[in-house]
T-cell receptor, first 115, second 114 residues
Framework: EAQVTQNPRYLITVTGKKLTVTCSQN?????MSWYRQDPGLGLRQIYY???????DKGDVPEGYKVSRKEKRNFPLILESPSPNQTSLYFC??????????????FGPGTRLTVT | QQPVQSPQAVILREGEDAVINCSSS?????VHWYRQKHGEAPVFLMI?????EQKGHEKISASFNEKKQQSSLYLTASQLSYSGTYFC???????????????FGKGTKLSVKP
């Protein structure tokens, strides 16, 4: 089954404790992206990756890191989480931009709470 | 850089129609539409490319005015299952084609009542 998986689905942590949210897709997609969703603000892009070893900042990259060492995986790293990073996070994958097939497949989401 | 969606919210009775609009200040390569139900991930509805090509679900229709950098999603004869938040996503024109990333609007909450 074609899917994007994220782990963990729920996480409560404390300020400053490094954490990683994993994202994996089994569709051989080149493009992967991370979004955060907050009430009233929609889906805001954190980072995106056009292919392996190619990453770029989205609209809200501060406080986050990513890496793309393999095509299927795109982990999101919070080196020193703060309460303003409490949010719902979605990973998405797709074929290359600019194509009619550039349809985003979203993971189930990770609800993060930083106290 | 986020596209602007209107209205922010709309309430319908079953069988009524609705139009959701999306506009950008940048030249657009494509516009996407997604629906998100409460507690779930967004789900793809439609993509419209500059030049006229489009792909999407049979019961969904949308338009894309490249010159005005606007798109509209048309929901006709609404059903209870149409309830959710609708997001437009925009792919901006860049060097040689698409700039690459997809930027979403803040969403339009649609509620369909019996």
């Amino acid at each position: 089954e074609a899917q994007v998986t994220q782990n963990p689905r729920y996480l409560i942590t404390v300020t400053g404790k490094k954490l990683t949210v994993t994202c994996s897709q089994n569709m051989n997609h080149e493009y992967m992206s991370w979004y955060r969703q907050d009430p009233g603000l929609g889906l805001r892009q954190i980072y995106y990756s056009m292919n392996v070893e190619v990453t770029d900042k989205g609209d809200v990259p501060e406080g986050y890191k990513v890496s793309r060492k393999e095509k299927r995986n795109f982990p999101l790293i919070l080196e020193s989480p703060s309460p303003n990073q409490t949010s719902l996070y979605f990973c998405a994958s797709s074929t290359q931009p600019g194509l009619i097939s550039y349809e985003q497949y979203f993971g189930p989401g990770t609800r993060l709470t930083v106290t | 850089q986020q596209p602007v969606q209107s209205p922010q919210a709309v309430i319908l009775r079953e069988g009524e129609d609705a139009v959701i609009n999306c506009s950008s200040s940048k030249a657009l390569y494509s516009v996407h539409w997604y629906r998100q139900k409460h507690g779930e991930a967004p789900v793809f509805l439609m993509i419209l490319l500059k030049g006229g090509e489009q792909k999407g679900h049979e019961k969904i229709s949308a338009s894309f005015n490249e010159k005005k950098q606007q798109s509209s999603l048309y929901l006709t004869a609404s059903q209870l299952s149409y309830s959710g938040t609708y997001f437009c996503g925009t792919e901006i024109v860049g060097y040689g084609g698409s700039q690459g990333n997809l930027i979403f609007g803040k969403g339009t909450k649609l509620s369909v009542k019996p």
